[in-house]
């Protein structure tokens, strides 16, 4: 029972730690270790920051620019039989400069974050602390923002906006069918978006909690490299190997 209680114990222990912020140890960690960790997250949010601003700047475009042509479109469609295809283009474009104003307003972290924690300074071991504290945190803001644009709450916001344009559409002159196209096309492109985003900053940040955890050795290597670990004690040796 006393065995269970230490080992309870020390599972509640270990957990408590592994929710902590990982840089509530920042002030007692050695300088070489605060510079390693420096080192990994800024790597990392380098890599990073090209598929960010790939798909940022893509998604960006293609909402603007269908925004742009669609309310071009319906400033040419004057004729008295060209009423619905006014009224849909219209609609179209609302939906798009949503989908654009939304990018703008809320983009992925990891577009700038690399640039952002290069240009602190790290000369002293407060700047150290400091720089290792915010690039903590730029990557952390990085995988969240990446978790929430594919969350079920993305999903359900963009269906709420596509389901809002669609009815418009449908109740225009009682036009179901192109109502129900309307929302199908816009929730095929907007899925597209969601399922095409970087998912990269979530695994490095899983990666470097984990190395926070465990051990943080190196910031060189890939988040899915293959390692291989000894531990031992006075009553048994453990060999782990990590895929």
């Known amino acids: 029972m006393h065995l269970l209680r230490r080992r309870i114990g020390g599972f509640v ?29 800024q790597e990392r949010l380098d890599q990073g920051t090209t598929t960010a601003r790939r798909w940022q700047y893509s998604w960006m475009l293609i909402n603007g620019g269908l925004s742009y042509l669609q309310f071009g479109m319906a400033t040419t469609l004057d004729d008295k039989d060209e009423e619905h295809d006014r009224f849909d283009n219209i609609v179209g474009g609302i939906t798009g400069l949503l989908g654009a ?18 240009q602190l ?6 700047e150290k602390i400091a720089k290792l504290r915010q690039g903590e945190a730029l990557l952390k803001a990085s995988a969240d923002r990446e978790e929430y644009g594919r969350s079920w ?3 359900a916001l963009t269906g709420l906006v596509n389901l809002l ?14 109502g129900a196209l309307a ?11 969601i399922f095409t985003m970087p998912t990269r900053a979530m695994n490095d940040w899983q990666e470097y909690s984990k190395r926070s955890s465990n051990g943080f050795t190196s910031g060189r290597g890939s988040f899915r490299q293959n390692r291989f670990f000894i531990t031992a004690n006075s009553r048994q040796i453990n060999c782990s190997i990590l895929f």
């Open 13 to 41: 222990t270990a957990m408590i730690l592994t929710c902590l912020p990982v840089s509530i140890l920042a002030d007692s960690l050695p300088d070489e270790e605060i510079s390693r960790r420096i080192t990994f997250i």
């Open 101 to 118: 104003g939304d990018l703008a307003v809320n983009p992925l972290v990891a577009w700038s974050a690399a640039e952002k924690l290069r």
């Open 121 to 126: 300074p790290d000369t002293t071991t407060d």
């Open 153 to 155: 709450k993305t999903h």
């Open 165 to 178: 344009a669609g009815v418009a559409i449908a109740c225009d002159d009682n036009r179901k069918g192109d």
């Open 183 to 193: 929302f199908a096309s816009g929730m095929l492109v907007s899925e597209i978006q």
